[in-house]
């Protein structure tokens, strides 16, 4: 307990130290002392195998402490269980040993095969199969920590509409890491585009495929999973104790803070039964738009009852609502999007993702 403890509140004084500008090199190798990158490594190659419902109840704990190190830490671990989902034994040996700690960072690139430019009409990365290669041409749209990273877990796609996953080392010829952008929040994350021009990535380094709709075999945090629903929730709880510390010395606030409270364990159990059993009601989807109304509403609501103070750059409450913009865009089903702009215009009555 008190291990966890410590962790917390390094993470939490690394976020009042530094904002979120800076890539978190200290709140990551706090987690690499308290065992935290081995959660989702099976044991064979020296990780943890933590249970998902443990999983998620880590990610809600440590998003309230911190968003943009739990978010880096989530685009690691999809990297993770991308490769600990492969059937091939040789790209699981040459990395995951190595992912055990801080010495190896792995991110992932795999937003264009799943919610990132659907619309183009040619796939913004294409594969050409060869004998002893796969060669990658194109650009991978959106990457967390590139220009820190050994290796990106990112996909693409052949002429003949087949998809596979690569573990794609940067040191290789023709990966180019492009500058960051510069977002509305969550800026030391450090994402922005990776260009491939003409990359020969070794066949051993094939996770998955060629196959139809690659995405859909294995494991490994995206759209379907519930990860971003547990950072949401992390979040909301970083604006729901700022209310009922305000509600200590307020009246006025009392109710409210109650209400967002009752809201934010009725969620957070949800999610967690879910993490747990195969036998919920609830769906990822309806867990993610609640997850996104409730910290939208939570930060706002925060930032309402810290008044004008709240409105000034670097007060907790402006940085809280800007990064709960985060989940309207990252990992956003189509469904929850099209939800959360019918909560925004106050119409439709179709409850069905409420769960």
């Known amino acids: ?37 081995r959660w989702t490594i099976p044991r064979e190659y020296g990780g943890l195998a933590i249970e998902d419902a443990e999983l998620q109840a880590g990610y809600v704990e440590l998003s309230e402490a911190c968003l943009l190190t739990t978010f880096i830490l989530t685009q690691r671990n999809g990297a993770i269980q991308r490769l600990a989902s492969s059937d091939n034994e040789s790209v699981k040996l040459r990395w995951l040993p190595r992912l055990c700690t801080d010495e190896c960072f ?24 060869r004998e002893d290669c796969v060669v990658l041409q194109g650009e991978v749209p959106w990457v967390t920590g590139a220009a820190h990273a050994d290796v990106i877990v990112t996909g693409a796609t052949c002429d003949d ?18 500058p960051h952008a510069e977002l509305l929040a969550l800026t ?7 260009r491939l021009n003409d990359v020969r ?9 060629p196959v139809e709709r690659v995405m859909q075999r294995g494991k490994g945090g995206g759209t379907g999973s519930l ?28 109710p409210i803070a ?70 309207l865009v990252w990992s956003c089903p189509q469904p929850v999007l099209h939800a959360a702009l019918q909560e925004f215009a106050c119409v439709g009555d179709d409850d069905s993702l409420l769960g």
């Open 1 to 37: 307990m008190t291990d966890r403890l410590a962790l917390l509140e390094r993470l939490r004084a690394f976020r009042e130290r530094h904002g979120e500008e800076h890539w978190p090199q200290e709140s990551l190798e706090a987690l690499s002392n308290a065992d935290v990158l």
């Open 106 to 129: 792995a991110t992932v690139g795999i937003s264009h095969l799943t919610t990132s430019r659907q619309h183009w009409r040619r796939p913004p990365v294409m594969a050409e199969l």
């Open 161 to 178: 509409g087949r998809q596979l996953l690569v573990a794609l080392p940067t040191n290789l010829p023709g990966v180019e890491i492009r």
């Open 188 to 194: 030391g994350s450090h994402t922005g585009p990776v």
């Open 201 to 209: 990535v070794p066949a051993t380094e094939i996770i998955a495929g």
């Open 227 to 254: 990860t971003t629903s547990a950072l949401a929730v992390g979040h909301a709880a970083q604006a729901v104790r700022y209310l009922q510390a305000e509600a200590e010395r307020r009246e006025d606030l009392r």
């Open 258 to 327: 109650e209400t967002f409270a009752r809201e934010l364990e009725a969620v957070r159990g949800d999610l967690l039964f879910t993490a747990r059993s195969e036998q919920s009601p609830y769906t990822a989807e309806s867990l993610r738009t609640r997850a996104n109304s409730l910290v939208l509403r939570a930060t706002q609501a925060m930032l309402a009852a810290a008044k004008g103070a709240g409105f000034v750059k670097g007060h907790p409450a402006e940085r809280a609502v800007r990064e709960a913009m985060f989940f």
